[in-house]
């Protein structure tokens, strides 16, 4: 049995709701496919809604002024003054990301859906995509099974792959030029997230802050990643950690310990000193969960034949925060209006569809291959160098240009004649000075991304240059 819509959305998570509800408010007829239970739209895995949950108030401006929605309270559940990233020995906090929210999560997802649906989205929920349709090399619909488990072929014009992380659209796709099917294992983080209510032990802000959401840097604690600490309403807090395999490898075989993501967590949470008697909060059965986020730049193109990629399937999570909500919001609405463009053309194929690529790029994209180099480098240090490096490398300020992936006004090179001690400190700082060069480079490629996939395959292989070289020259380093 076959359907024919003009979109086909699959996931129904920030970016697929979003995308579902830009193409239908045009007329067009677009079903938005989930696995989930219509209640429990946007759980991203059998563990809930896995997420920090924090998002700058940024993108929930551009989600306004793109289509008119706005939120309130119950689905921001805590405003928060910014991020503050902490130093390993708590010296140093590094301001970052600007004013923003603490989400009620599948509260926040119900809002997006509903307004999808308010469009004339049909929503089909417990429906499990396995792979896409090709002919002719085009994507011309999705197969799966539905909610009897039957076999079922549904066709569209457009395709809009917003399966998360987890994508088998994406990984199915034929080989091709254009979207690559496989990530890095190195690029991906693993981790987990707890929601626990709590009772205040005493007041310490670098550990528990109702202003502020906290990420700590530390090697130890978080190898290749990062621990966090988020304010919810009440004595309620969303605290977990990310971790990079290869860098929790070396650390524990340089100390001998057999952690793992599980055991580091639950580490984390007890020497928290601020958290005394936490209880997870299971609202929702969304208490405790695990699952992994992807930290490199977003997939050079997010375009092919009948198809288009937004969100966590085309790897669009900030490489250095992890933030991929404001991305999946971005390029949901990006998505949704290209699905649009080209079914008024009649055209679904590259070329007609190629804009999207352009519009991410300037919207989100254009900055963050330069911070995937960032992130490479910041795996390279220990402890120690990252306490000297925040004491001494940077200014709060020009560390949080960086983290925005622009580059300092204050040439770093003049700090050259800061009295550097250390081999190690003066080799991350010379490193620092390499990564600040390739970071500007990296940003005016992107300002050049190609307006046509005739020019793609030529400046792909100028970021694959400068890429590769800074992947060689940094490696995991965490003790
Ligand atoms: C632990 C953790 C903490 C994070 N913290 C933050 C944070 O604080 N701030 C931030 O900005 N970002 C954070 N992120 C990233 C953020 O959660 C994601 O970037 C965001 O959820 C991406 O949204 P999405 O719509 O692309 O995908 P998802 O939210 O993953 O939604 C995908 C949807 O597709 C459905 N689906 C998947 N496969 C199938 C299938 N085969 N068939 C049918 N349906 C399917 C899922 O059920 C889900 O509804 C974090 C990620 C993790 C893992």
Request: aromatic share 10%; glycine share 8%; proline share 4%.
């Amino acid at each position: 049995m076959e359907d024919k819509y003009d979109v086909i959305v699959a996931g129904a998570g920030m970016a697929g709701s979003l995308a579902a509800a830009v193409a239908a408010k045009s007329g067009l007829k677009v079903a938005l496919l989930d696995r989930n239970k219509e209640h429990e739209v946007g759980k991203k895995t059998n563990w809930g809604w896995v997420c920090g949950d924090a998002v700058a108030d940024s993108h929930l401006k551009f989600i306004k002024e793109k289509i008119g929605l706005t939120f309130d309270y119950p689905e921001l559940d805590v405003k928060v003054d910014g991020v503050l990233v902490i130093s390993p020995d708590m010296q140093y906090r590094i301001p970052f990301e600007g004013e923003g929210y603490v989400l009620n999560r599948p509260a926040f997802e119900q809002k997006l859906n509903h307004e999808a649906r308010r469009h004339g989205v049909e929503y089909i929920s417990e429906f499990e995509v396995e792979g896409p349709i090709i002919e002719n090399n085009y994507i011309s619909g999705v197969f799966g099974k539905d909610k009897e488990m039957h076999h079922k072929e549904l066709r569209a014009k457009v395709v809009i792959d917003a399966l998360g992380v987890a994508t088998n659209l994406r990984r199915k796709l034929p080989e091709n030029l254009f979207v690559d099917r496989v990530i890095d294992i190195a690029d991906m983080e693993s981790t987990g997230r707890f929601i626990y209510d709590f009772e205040v032990d005493h007041e310490d802000l670098n550990y528990y802050d109702p202003k502020n959401a906290l990420i700590h840097l530390n090697q130890i604690w978080a190898p290749g990643g990062y621990g966090w600490v988020f304010p919810k309403k009440g004595n309620r807090v969303n605290i977990g950690l990310g971790i990079q395999k290869e860098s929790l490898e070396i650390r524990n075989k340089k100390l001998g310990r057999k952690d793992t993501l599980h055991s580091l967590i639950d580490e984390y949470v007890k020497i928290n000193p601020v958290i005394k008697n936490p209880t997870i909060h299971n609202a929702n059965n969304n208490g405790k969960g695990y699952w992994s986020v992807a930290v490199r730049r977003q997939l050079d193109s997010l375009v092919f034949n009948g198809y288009l990629g937004a969100g966590d399937s085309m790897a669009m999570p900030n490489p250095i925060s992890a933030g991929g909500i404001g991305p999946a919001l971005v390029s949901g609405i990006l998505a949704g209006e290209s699905a649009v463009r080209a079914i008024q053309n009649g055209d679904m194929s590259i070329s007609s569809m190629w804009q999207y690529n352009v519009d991410f790029n300037e919207a989100y994209g254009k900055k963050t291959a330069g911070l995937e180099v960032f992130r490479t480098y910041l795996q390279s240090l220990n402890n120690d160098i990252i306490n000297y490096g925040m004491r001494m490398f940077i200014t709060a300020k020009e560390a949080e240009d960086l983290s925005y992936g622009r580059i300092p006004e204050l040439s770093l090179a003049k700090k050259a004649k800061i009295a550097l001690q250390g081999a190690a400190n003066i080799r991350a700082f010379n490193n620092l000075l390499y990564v600040v060069k390739k970071m500007e480079k990296l940003n005016r490629i992107y300002e050049n991304y190609p307006r046509s996939p005739e020019e793609f395959q030529k400046w792909r292989e100028l970021v694959n240059k400068d890429m590769e070289e800074a992947k060689t020259r940094f490696k995991p380093n965490p003790i």
